[in-house]
């Protein structure tokens, strides 16, 4: 059980933000719009919409109900249900800790950016790729991969309800705000019209192909953090009466209209400005975007504006993986919370390190959790949810004991048991075949 008022989240409202905020992420501003330009745009937002409908929102809320009901963080929660389920929880784990590898870099990158915008090195009249490339060959990529490990740190030793929660209701505002401003700067640029021809209106002659419906359901998947075992955590730091299904339901319809509205930030951004193309990839943010704001007035403010959105959205993230790995070692090692959140820190540490010296190690690093053990642990958490969880205690935890109706359940089961493991299963075979 979780005991003492900084071991809970303090307000349902806290537990949403937190929740919301472990979904959005760098998933949402870096990885969405990319992904999307590469799958043809609108015909990729409305399979993503569906994915996230169909199959995020019944994986939350069967992460839900595991961690409302064990009290517990992921390996402890499936061990109490069966010894031969603990992997499954041992699988999140690994997952934080391949993925902080390479996310505080991403995350270090648009710190520095920020910073370049602000210190005017960005417009200094260096070629942006160029000013990419010194910048990953010098001593600055490591010094702010460290600085954010480090932000990331303090804010994860303070605790869940001082330090995550308190986080949350601060920079998740903020960053609602400063994408709302971006969105309408974007409109009145010269190619609003035709970013948002690309983005909104669907081809459908590209919709329905494997790879698009492939990369909706990889993108879901990694936006909303499931099969990653934080949800599991978080979901145990809930206050008793938290309704599951609002809370998931807001999570993830948050992270849809984060993601939409990056998309109506950089999709106009692009078409403005000739010789850029939708489908340039993970490069889109750091190498493209910049040329956008040369040629607008205040290219500092807007540039250092953009970057500190991305910067808070990768905190967001990178709180997640972090509290994941402090939270085992606090359960399964009785360290305190700060001992267990400087053990994760040394851990995130060594794998960035690792992640630094070697791109083939990153590129591995962000195949190896996307395209597989994500998509692994999200269809393991199916099956469990679908086939081995009792549905006495899946009804109790959806329904809060009985005080709330649960019309749906039987079409949440179906979907659990059925529908979701033959998409992610195809996701998951095709990654491995391509």
Known sequence: MREGNNNSFGSKIGAVLVAAGSAIGLGSIWRFPYIAGENGGGAFVLLYLICVLLLGIPVMLSEFAIGTHTRKGPVKAYEQFSKWWKPLG????????????????????????????????????????????NFCASWQEPFYTMLFILVTHIIVARGVRKGLERTAEWVMPILFVMMLAMALRAATMPGAREGYEFFFKPDFSKAFTVKTIV???????????????????????FKKGTNLSTTAWSSSMLTFLV?????????????????????QGPTLI??????VFKDMSMPEFWSATFFLLIALAALTSTITFHEVITEYFQEHHNLSRKTGATVSTAIAVVSSILCLLSGKIFDFFDMITADVL????????????????DREVFRKEISNDGTLRAPLFGVLVFLLKWVAPLLIGTTFIYNLAF
């Open 90 to 133: 041992y699988n999140s784990i690994i997952v934080s800790t391949l993925i902080s590898g390479f996310y505080y870099i991403v995350a270090g990158w648009s710190l520095y950016y920020f910073v370049a915008s602000i210190n005017g090195t960005l417009y200094s009249g260096e070629e942006f790729h160029s000013i990419f490339e």
């Open 374 to 389: 994500m998509p692994l642990g999200g269809l393991l958490t199916c099956v469990f949810a679908g086939w081995h969880l």
């Open 286 to 291: 750091f190498e493209t975007l910049p040329f």
């Open 259 to 279: 993601a939409v509205l990056s998309g109506m930030v950089i999709f106009p951004a692009v078409f403005s400005v000739e010789g850029l193309e939708p489908t």
């Open 215 to 237: 990369s909706a359901i990889g993108q879901a998947f990694f936006s909303l953090s499931i099969g990653l075992g934080c949800l599991i955590t978080f979901s145990s730091y």
